[in-house]
């Protein structure tokens, strides 16, 4: 069971590029949501999906895009990277419950470095 | 502003000591999560709590959810080496549904 994938593990990128970080989640959940986690904190809600053509802006969304096609794939872009946005990020799916009582499944991360 | 704090942020204990760990905040929340994380690896689930006051044993690990539902507890009692991780929280509102808000962690280290 490959549950929730990952690509790439590693990444650096020079000041100004752009890059998408790929999620593909095998068990047809319908929610998806992107987060980093910078050194020694808790994780910060990027973007969320509830199904296929719907996201959402999460806590820290500014210089992130993301778009839902199908219900596997949630990828992540970073337009003009930053200094600011070097950190690891995380991808997890859930399926749907009500008042948020389902398991996120998380994927094993992206650790990306801005330099 | 973190919506959701831990406390304590770094614990070192002896092989067989028991912690608690805490999990605070000022709003309320439909439910709240516990999370195990390890060097490298995404945060595993523990347990969900959804009832003010539930109280759910894992094991050695004792989860309390509080009674007005803005805190939450991790006990761990005899820990072992295998305890040794991040421990985050996580909190979903009852307006928001599906998003959480995580803590700001507890990293546990127990010493053999």
């Known amino acids: 069971n490959a549950g929730v994938t990952q690509t790439p593990k590693f990444r650096i990128l020079k000041i100004g590029q752009s890059m998408t970080l790929q999620c593909t989640q095998d068990?047809?959940?319908?929610?998806m949501y992107w987060y980093r986690q910078d050194p020694g904190m808790g994780l910060k809600l990027i973007y969320y999906?509830?199904?296929?053509?719907?996201?959402d802006k999460g806590e820290v969304p500014n210089g992130y895009n993301v778009s839902r096609s199908t219900t596997e794939d949630f990828p992540l872009r970073l337009e003009l990277a930053a200094p600011s946005q070097t950190s690891v990020y995380f991808c997890?799916?859930?399926?749907?419950?009500?008042?948020?009582?389902?398991?996120?499944?998380f994927g094993d991360g992206t650790r990306l470095s801005i330099l | 502003t973190q919506l959701l704090e831990q406390s304590p942020q770094f614990l070192s204990i002896q092989e067989g000591e028991n912690l608690t760990v805490y999990c605070n905040s000022s709003?309320?929340?439909?439910?709240l999560q516990w999370y195990r994380q390890e060097p490298g690896e995404g945060p595993v689930l523990l347990v969900t709590?959804?009832?003010?006051?539930e109280v759910k044993k894992l094991k050695r690990l004792t989860f309390q959810f509080g009674d007005a539902r803005k805190d939450s507890s991790l006990h761990i009692t005899a820990a072992q080496p295998g305890d040794t991780g991040l421990y985050l929280c996580?909190?979903?509102?009852?307006?928001?549904?599906?998003?959480?808000?995580f803590g700001t962690g507890t990293s546990l280290t127990v010493i053999p």
């Open positions: 997890a799916s859930s399926p749907p419950g009500q008042f948020g009582n389902q398991p996120q499944h």
């Open positions: 068990m047809n959940h319908n929610y």
């Open positions: 999906s509830v199904g296929a053509g719907i996201t």
């Open positions: 709003s309320v929340f439909s439910s």
């Open positions: 709590v959804v009832t003010g006051g």
């Open positions: 996580a909190g979903a509102l009852w307006e928001t549904g599906n998003q959480f808000y």
